[in-house]
C-alpha cells in the first residue's frame, strides 16, 4: 500500500513558530526523506470558514499568508501537493454520507471540540459546521487515503473519530477507505508549544505568538518579554525550569551548536538548565541566548518568504495546480465509497439489467 500524507493548516492568520515545530519543520524533513509516495497539504479554508463566516475576507486574504510560509519553510510544489480545501467539492460530498456514521453524543464527547468551543465562547450558539468539523476532517483525510497525519497532540482526537468512522464505514460498506494513524513531534517541546504570555496554547486569536515572517525587532521584544518564572525574582535565587515557557521554548529550538555560536560558557542546554535551577543565572541573560537561537532559526525563512512575494501570482498557480491534482484524486476516493453504496446508479450495469429483467418477466 502507498504511504500518504495529508496534513494542512487553517488559514486565519501568518503562521508561527508553533505551527513550524509543531508540524511544518516536521513536513519539510518527511518531503524530503523519501519515505512516503505522496504528500497533501492542505489550506483548510472551508473549515476555517465554520468560526469565520461572518467574516470571509479574513479568510480570503489569509490564503496567500499560509502559501507564503508552506514555500518559505521549504515545502516544494515538485515534491508535494499543496492546494486549497474549498476548491475541491468531493470533501463536501464524503462529509454528507459521513454524517449519517457519527452521532451527536460522540461529536460532543470530542476533546478537542469540547475545548475549541470553550475558547470561542460558543456555549449553546455553536455553528452546525463548526461542530461537525471533525466529520469533515475525517473525509479530508480520507479522501487521499492517507496513511500518515502529522498532527500535533492536541489532534488525536480527531484523528481518533476519522479511524472510527472510516471502521464504521469499512464494516458497512465493505473494505473501500484507509484507515489513518497519527504521526506525533518527536521532541516533546514541541507538542504543544506554550504562548509567550505563558498560556498553555500559543494562538494567534490571543495575540500571544511569534510569526514565522516577523521582522528581528519584534522577535526581539517578543522573546525579551516572556514569561518566565514568576518566583526568580534576583539573579541569585534559584530557578523553576520545567513548565518556564524560555527554557520549553530552548527544548525546541536550540541545538549544541547554538552554544558554541551564542553562549559559549555552556556545552548544552542542560548545563544552562542546571545553572538556572541552582541560580546565579539571570532571565535576561537566557532570554537573550533564545532571541539569538530564534533569530538563526527564522532568517533563512524569512528571506525567502520575501523572495515568493515577489511573484504573488506564481504562489497562485502552484495552489491552483495543486488543487487539480488534489481534485482528481478525491474523485476518485469519491467514486469508490458512491459504489461501496451502491448509489452509483448510472454506472451500476448490473442493477439496470436486473430492473430490465423484473419488468420484462411482469410484462410476461
Same mark, same amino acid.
Given at each position: ?101 457519527? !452521532? ?42 492517507? !496513511? ?217
Amino acid at each position: 500500500m502507498s504511504k500518504i500524507i495529508l496534513t494542512g493548516d487553517r488559514p486565519t492568520g501568518k503562521l508561527h513558530v508553533g505551527h513550524y515545530v509543531g508540524s511544518l519543520k516536521r513536513r519539510v524533513e518527511l518531503q524530503n526523506s523519501g519515505g512516503f509516495d505522496k504528500i497533501f497539504i492542505m489550506i483548510a479554508d472551508a473549515q476555517a470558514l465554520t468560526d469565520n463566516a461572518d467574516n470571509p475576507e479574513k479568510v480570503r486574504q489569509n490564503i496567500i499568508e499560509v502559501a507564503l510560509d508552506y514555500l518559505a519553510v521549504g515545502l516544494d510544489p515538485a515534491k508535494s501537493t499543496l492546494f486549497i480545501q474549498s476548491q475541491i467539492s468531493e470533501l463536501t460530498e464524503l462529509s454528507f454520507y459521513y454524517m449519517n456514521l457519527v !452521532t451527536v453524543s460522540r461529536l460532543q464527547r470530542n476533546p478537542t471540540v469540547k475545548s475549541e468551543i470553550q475558547m470561542r465562547n460558543f456555549e449553546t450558539s455553536i455553528p452546525v459546521g463548526f461542530f461537525t468539523y471533525p466529520i469533515s476532517q475525517a473525509a479530508d483525510i480520507t479522501a487521499f487515503k492517507a !496513511t500518515t497525519v502529522p498532527v500535533g497532540e492536541d489532534q488525536e482526537p480527531m484523528i481518533e473519530q476519522t479511524r472510527e468512522i472510516v471502521r464504521k464505514f469499512n464494516s458497512v460498506y465493505g473494505e473501500t477507505l484507509v484507515e489513518p494513524d497519527i504521526l506525533l513531534p518527536d521532541n516533546a517541546a514541541c507538542l504543544r508549544l506554550p504562548g509567550t504570555d505563558g498560556k498553555a496554547k500559543m494562538s494567534k486569536s490571543l495575540g500571544n505568538c511569534i510569526y514565522l515572517s516577523e521582522e528581528p525587532d519584534e522577535i526581539k521584544k517578543k522573546v525579551m518579554s516572556m514569561f518566565t518564572d514568576p518566583n526568580h525574582l534576583r539573579v541569585e535565587d534559584p530557578g523553576q525550569v520545567e513548565g518556564n515557557p524560555v527554557f520549553i521554548y530552548l527544548d525546541a529550538f536550540a541545538r549544541d551548536e547554538h552554544f558554541a555560536e551564542f553562549a559559549p560558557d555552556y556545552a548544552n542546554l542542560q548545563e544552562m538548565k542546571d545553572h538556572y535551577s541552582r541560580g546565579g543565572l539571570g532571565d535576561v541573560k537566557v532570554k537573550r541566548f533564545l532571541n539569538e537561537v530564534i533569530q538563526a532559526e527564522l532568517e533563512p525563512i524569512r528571506k525567502r518568504r520575501k523572495e515568493f512575494q515577489k511573484d504573488i501570482p506564481y504562489v497562485y498557480e502552484v495552489l491552483r495546480k495543486g488543487s487539480e491534482v488534489a481534485e482528481a484524486v478525491a474523485a476518485q476516493t469519491l467514486s469508490d465509497v458512491k459504489n461501496a453504496m451502491k448509489i452509483n446508479y448510472f454506472d451500476d450495469k448490473e442493477l439496470i439489467a436486473m430492473q430490465s429483467a423484473k419488468y420484462e418477466e411482469m410484462e410476461d
